[in-house]
């Protein structure tokens, strides 16, 4: 069955390095997602991108963060100068389209900051 | 503003009791619902989601959910718990619209003790 995944699976930095996280979304899929959770809180929504730009974006994607699809299988989220408060799992997800799709979820990245 | 509750941090159950897991939504329009789970250092996992039709949903590992309109409630179920179902549960929501994120709410511990 195919899945999503990500790399690393846990990732340390210190405070105001760069840090890029992987993922490999399902092959078909055209909507893709990255979410974060902050541990203990809830899973929060950061960014969607389809058709090679972003479609909506929280309050938390803040000008530090970016994505990209560099080539047809990855995608990847850049925070450019990581704060102690980006420490979280971060979740990359994708979908067909389809309007009532569920989302496949890959295993996370943890990032911490120190 | 869309928003998810899961009113019980934890649930406790015997092997073999039926299981709920409570979520309520606050959405315009009739949302789509799903129910994810977190396994311990996993991903989220797709359980089973709610489009239209029939108000009993029937998903992955014997889980079903009851979508309540009048309530705006979308319980998780399962008639008989077995041990390996100890996880922690996520509601979420996507309104019916060109917005695809999905909202979680803050999640329930299930605990079945053998």
């Known amino acids: 069955e195919p899945e999503v995944t990500q790399t690393p699976s846990h990732q340390v930095t210190q405070m105001g390095q760069e840090v890029i996280l992987r993922c490999v979304p399902i092959s078909n899929h055209l909507y893709f997602y990255w979410y974060r959770q902050i541990l203990g809180q809830k899973v929060e929504f950061l960014v969607s991108?389809?058709?090679?730009?972003?479609?909506?974006k929280s309050e938390i994607f803040d000008d530090q963060f970016s994505v990209e699809r560099p080539d047809g299988s990855n995608f990847t989220l850049k925070i450019r100068s990581t704060k102690l408060e980006d420490s979280a799992m971060y979740f990359c997800?994708?979908?067909?389209?389809?309007?009532?799709?569920?989302?496949?979820f890959g295993p996370g990245t943890r990032l911490t900051v120190l | 503003a869309q928003s998810v509750a899961q009113p019980e941090d934890q649930v406790n159950v015997a092997e073999g009791n039926p299981l709920t897991v409570k979520c309520t939504y606050s959405v315009s329009g009739n949302p789509y619902l799903f129910w994810y789970v977190q396994y311990p250092n996993r991903g989220l996992q797709f359980l089973l989601k709610y489009i239209t039709g029939d108000n009993l949903v029937k998903g992955s590992y014997g889980f079903e959910a009851e979508f309540n309109k009048s309530q705006t409630s979308f319980h998780l179920k399962k008639p008989s718990a077995l041990v390996s179902d100890s996880a922690l549960y996520f509601c979420a929501v996507r309104p019916r619209s060109n917005d695809y994120k999905l909202s979680f709410g803050a999640g329930t511990t299930v605990t079945v003790r053998a």
């Open positions: 997800a994708s979908t067909t389209g389809l309007a009532s799709g569920e989302q496949f």
């Open positions: 991108f389809y058709n090679n730009e972003i479609s909506e």
